[in-house]
């Protein structure tokens, strides 16, 4: 991974050291090419999935939205529960899902699909190329420069090489961290 930072960063203009991006047109590359560059590089930390997983995760993410749909039904216009204990068992099955079908879903929609549950995680960035994701943060609320500063706290073992084992660890190693 050095060796494409490297590549990247003497083709495109990535300021290594501190991981800025010179503005696109101060580039001296075609821009399209950088974009080509970036997708590369999002397809080795993310490879496509086969076929056959394409179809798995489909089914997958189609019950798990499904069932997420089916679970937000459950709560009144005020965010009240109607029914906790069939809340309770749409939010087993869809924790359950997400950890079978872990591999081949969308670390994206992984994300977006705990927050439904009332997770709140947090991506963390280490400026050492290792990701880490966490529901132990502080930020303030600020909605104009300057921006805030945020404080997270994760453990040694949840950073990882990439988002998505990031987010892996943090839906497989939820419940030991609460």
Not at 25 to 38: A, G, Q, R, S
Not at 119 to 128: F, H
Not at 167 to 175: D, Q
């Amino acid at each position: 991974m050095e060796e494409i930072k490297g590549m990247l960063g003497k083709l495109s203009g990535i300021d290594i050291k501190t991981s800025e991006i010179i503005p696109k047109n101060e580039m001296i590359m075609h821009p399209d090419t950088f974009e080509v560059l970036k997708e590369w590089v999002r397809q080795i930390n993310n490879p496509s999935p086969t076929k056959g997983e394409r179809s798995e995760m489909n089914g997958a993410k189609l019950e798990i939205e499904n069932l997420i749909s089916s679970r937000n039904k459950l709560f009144d216009k005020d965010g009240e529960m109607l029914d906790e204990k069939k809340i309770d068992e749409y939010t087993n099955k869809i924790n359950e899902l997400i950890k079978k079908h872990i591999d081949s879903l969308d670390s994206v929609f992984v994300l977006e699909a705990v927050t439904h549950l009332g997770c709140w995680p947090c991506i963390i960035y280490d400026d050492d190329g290792h990701w880490a994701v966490t529901e132990e943060n502080n930020s303030p609320v600020e909605t104009t420069p300057p921006y805030c500063n945020n404080s997270a706290i994760t453990d040694v073992k949840s950073w990882k090489d990439n988002i998505r084992d990031a987010v892996k660890y943090y839906v497989l190693h939820y419940e030991e961290e609460e």
